[in-house]
């Protein structure tokens, strides 16, 4: 291989590595695996201060009881 194709391999390689590790800073994810799990990281997420915690919404299933006695009641 000559110069410029070495400098050119380099800048791909690079450019993609510089490309994943922004990707893995900027993540919000608690468990993070990459490259064929050849990367492994389980990290606590720092939360800003102006940054709300959102609760999950939980959901449950109505009862077809309920609809009914509701639906009578109209």
């Not at 922004?22 to 102006?50: A, G, V």
């Amino acid at each position: 291989m000559t110069g410029p194709e070495w400098v050119a391999l380099i800048a791909v390689i690079g450019s993609t590595c510089s490309g994943i590790l922004t990707t893995l800073f900027h993540s919000r994810c608690s468990k993070i695996r990459c490259c064929w799990d050849c990367i492994n990281c389980d990290r606590e997420i720092i939360h800003e201060k102006d940054e709300q915690v959102v609760q999950p919404v939980l959901a449950r299933e109505v009862p077809a009881q309920e609809n009914e006695n509701e639906n009578n009641n109209n």
